[in-house]
C-alpha cells in the first residue's frame, strides 16, 4: 500500500506558475514510475506527466515545454513545475505510483486544485 499526499495547488493568473508537490509513504519509492494527472469538470482524467525509476520523463503534448516533473529517491517526492499557466490548466490534479506508465491503476492521492484564471 502507497499513500501519496499532494500539495501546492491553488488560484494563479494566466501565465504565472505553480509548483505541485507529492510525498510518498512507502520504502519502495525507487520502483514506482510517479506520474501526474488531471481532470477538468465534465472531462476524462488525463496523463500530464511521467518520470520513471530511472527518471525518463514523458510529457503530454499540451504540457510540453511548459511543465517539469522531478522526482528526489531521498525525500521520496515527485514535483510538478508549472510554468506559463494557460485557463485550460484548470482541473484536479493527482499524484499515482504505478509500475508502468499511463496504465491507470496503481496508487493515488486525493488530488489538489489548481485553477487558471484571471
Known amino acids: 500500500q502507497v499513500q501519496l499526499v499532494e500539495s501546492g495547488g491553488g488560484l494563479v493568473q494566466p501565465g504565472g506558475s505553480l509548483r505541485l508537490s507529492c510525498v510518498a509513504s512507502?520504502?519502495?519509492?525507487?520502483?514506482?514510475?510517479m506520474a501526474w494527472y488531471r481532470q477538468a469538470p465534465g472531462k476524462q482524467r488525463e496523463l500530464v506527466a511521467a518520470?520513471?525509476?530511472?527518471?525518463?520523463?514523458n510529457y503530454a503534448d499540451s504540457v510540453k515545454g511548459r511543465f517539469t516533473i522531478s522526482r528526489d529517491h531521498a525525500k521520496n517526492t515527485v514535483a510538478l513545475q508549472m510554468n506559463s499557466l494557460k485557463p485550460e490548466d484548470t482541473a484536479v490534479y493527482y499524484c499515482?505510483?504505478?509500475?508502468?506508465?499511463?496504465?491507470?491503476?496503481?496508487?493515488w492521492g486525493q488530488g489538489t486544485q489548481v485553477t487558471v484564471s484571471s
Open positions: 512507502t520504502r519502495s519509492f525507487s520502483i514506482y514510475t
Open positions: 499515482n505510483a504505478d509500475m508502468r506508465i499511463g496504465t491507470g491503476g496503481g496508487f
Open positions: 518520470i520513471t525509476s530511472g527518471s525518463r520523463t
